[in-house]
């Protein structure tokens, strides 16, 4: 396939376009899992430099995959982070999942009734679900150790049941990432 009808499929298909640009970056993305592993070994490498390069990374793919519409991602992290930083533990859960769920509601409203053309748009509303739930996530793993122990574990069976979905949340969260 010549650049030419490439770049005519994407005009026409702008659909397709998008599959085949996430597709790739899914490809990418794991052929730079293996050079991560390689390369930034965590023995031979600082934590940081492998959070400033997981990072960067990630924008550049987010911004491949989503376009402009990937700044979204940085602004409600950012609020969100800001509410952790600035406000007491007792209350930041609730606010952080306020914010990053108004955010939410405001994106999705604004992408369907607003900026929506009558043709199909990438949808970045679906990570950032995925982006609320972490972050929510987040908020309450920072509350849970200033809890009394009475409020953590009810019954035997409760921290069974507890000790089962914390299995269950770290393993499907290797597959959400």
């Not at 007792?90 to 952080?96: G, V």
């Not at 409760?158 to 914390?166: D, E, F, I, K």
Request: include cysteine; hydrophobic fraction near 45%; charged fraction near 10%.
């Amino acid at each position: 396939m010549s650049l030419l009808e490439l770049t005519y499929s994407c005009v026409c298909f702008p659909s397709l376009c998008l599959q085949v640009n996430f597709v790739v970056c899914q490809l990418c993305a794991l052929l730079s899992a293996f050079w991560f592993r390689l390369f930034l070994h965590p023995r031979k490498t600082s934590p940081f430099i492998r959070h400033v390069v997981a990072t960067l990374l990630g924008l550049y793919f987010a911004l491949f995959c989503f376009g402009w519409y990937a700044l979204h991602f940085l602004v409600q992290s950012g609020l969100t982070y800001g509410i952790m930083i600035l406000t007491g533990v007792e209350h930041m859960h609730k606010y952080c999942l306020l914010v990053a769920l108004s955010y939410l509601s405001l994106c999705q409203i604004t992408r369907v009734y607003v900026f929506d053309y009558g043709m199909y748009s990438a949808d970045f509303t679906g990570p950032m679900m995925v982006i609320t739930q972490k972050i929510t996530s987040l908020a309450v793993s920072r509350l849970l150790p200033h809890l009394p122990h009475r409020h953590r574990h009810h019954t035997g069976t409760v921290s069974m049941l507890t000790a089962a979905l914390r299995g269950y949340a770290n393993i499907s969260s290797h597959y959400v990432k």
